[in-house]
């Protein structure tokens, strides 16, 4: 079981590190069954060399959107999540954002105990943060004034 010490988070830089996380989006499709490309800004979780999670942010005006989120099952329950989330509010107080807004399929407890965690509530989300994922139903909104 790898020390929490060993995981270190960056935003991507180079091909080879988006290659990583589109390899990474493959192998957790069955229960994130969307391979994001879209987003602008991505993180990726190392635990020495070996890439294990990614976490990505869209910026529209002055909200932020969480887009996607994945750590791979071996590496769970290490608080990996949490810093992928904590990494990105950081990014959104730099920027100067308002607020950040993200969504969680209905049942996903893990990530839902993170986000509320960190500082997120349920919301009714304007429909202008959201996009095509506005008015889903089985969807929690969650928001995170900063
Ligand atoms: C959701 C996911 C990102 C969590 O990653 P992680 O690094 O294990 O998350 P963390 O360790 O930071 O925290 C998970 C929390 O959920 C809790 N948890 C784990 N399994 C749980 C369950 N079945 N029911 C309720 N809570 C659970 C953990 O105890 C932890 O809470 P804690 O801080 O109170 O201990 C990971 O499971 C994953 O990639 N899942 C598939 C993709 C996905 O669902 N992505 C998120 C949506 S975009």
Known sequence: MPRKGQFKIRAIRTQAEWVAIEAMQKKLVDELPFVHRETRQWWIARNGDKPVGYAAMNITGDCGWFSICGVLAK????????????????HARRGGLAAVYTYTLNG???????????????????????GKWAGK????????EL
């Open 75 to 90: 590496h769970r329950g290490n608080g990996l999540q949490k810093r992928l989330i904590d990494v990105r509010l950081r």
């Open 137 to 144: 139903r089985d969807v929690l909104y969650w928001k995170h």
């Open 108 to 130: 996903n407890h893990p990530s839902a105990n993170s986000l509320i965690k960190k500082g997120f509530k349920q919301c009714t989300p304007p429909d202008r943060h959201f």
